[in-house]
T-cell receptor, first 115, second 112 residues
Framework: DAEITQSPRHKITETGRQVTLACHQTWNHNNMFWYRQDLGHGLRLIHY???????NKGEVSDGYSVSRSNTEDLPLTLESAASSQTSVYFC??????????????FGEGSRLTVL | GQQVMQIPQYQHVQEGEDFTTYCNSS?????IQWYKQRPGGHPVFLIQ?????EVKKQKRLTFQFGEAKKNSSLHITATQTTDVGTYFCAGDRGSTLGRLYFGRGTQLTVWP
């Protein structure tokens, strides 16, 4: 069965360190997204991609970067982790709106703690 | 600013009571989606509404999309403990393909 997986599921790091969260999907979806979830804020979009070599900033992109070198993967990098980036991070993918519903398929989430 | 407003933020009900959550957008939406997130889990797609005035039902859940395509609601009849979780609406403004604007969610607690 197709799926979307995130790793690591839990990570503790120190302020200033670089962190990369992996996201891998086998749906063959062109669209991939990274969200962060914090109490009281719901799901906020960090970065998204519509295909290989395409990346776009979301509403809370400062301090984060992504790259899309193939269809399956969209790693999220925190260049210099800050305590404000302690959060639960969700990766999601979706089919093209023109060929599917655009429904988002979410990974299990990665809980990041920055000390 | 917040693109999609969702209320209430929290709702506590006795099992068997009804529950409704509301979403309102400042702009017209091309479609709206609803997701459910169980405690400790990830959001899971429930349904998508596309047409003005559309009403869809899934067993005890009724979803509505407003005539102006700016608001939506999810109503659960006779809640059960299995309905516990956070319900999110997510609107697509149509200008950016596939990019959804999520409401902050309504966290539903059901007391047995």
């Amino acid at each position: 069965d197709a799926e979307i997986t995130q790793s690591p599921r839990h990570k503790i790091t120190e302020t200033g360190r670089q962190v990369t969260l992996a996201c891998h999907q086998t749906w063959n979806h062109n669209n991939m997204f990274w969200y962060r979830q914090d109490l009281g804020h719901g799901l906020r979009l960090i970065h998204y991609s519509y295909g290989v070599q395409d990346t776009n900033k979301g509403e809370v992109s400062d301090g984060y970067s992504v790259s899309r070198s193939n269809t399956e993967d969209l790693p999220l990098t925190l260049e210099s982790a800050a305590s404000s980036q302690t959060s639960v991070y969700f990766c999601a993918s979706s089919d093209d709106w023109t060929t599917g519903t655009g429904e988002l398929f979410f990974g299990e989430g990665s809980r990041l703690t920055v000390l | 600013g917040q693109q999609v407003m969702q209320i209430p933020q929290y709702q506590h009900v006795q099992e068997g009571e009804d529950f409704t959550t509301y979403c309102n957008s400042s702009t017209t939406l091309s479609n709206i989606q609803w997701y459910k997130q169980r405690p400790g889990g990830h959001p899971v797609f429930l349904i998508q509404l596309v047409k003005s005035g559309e009403v869809k039902k899934q067993k005890r859940l009724t979803f509505q999309f407003g005539e102006a395509k700016k608001n939506s609601s999810l109503h659960i009849t006779a809640t059960q403990t299995t309905d516990v979780g956070t319900y999110f609406c997510a609107g697509d403004r149509g200008s950016t393909l596939g990019r959804l604007y999520f409401g902050r969610g309504t966290q539903l607690t059901v007391w047995p």
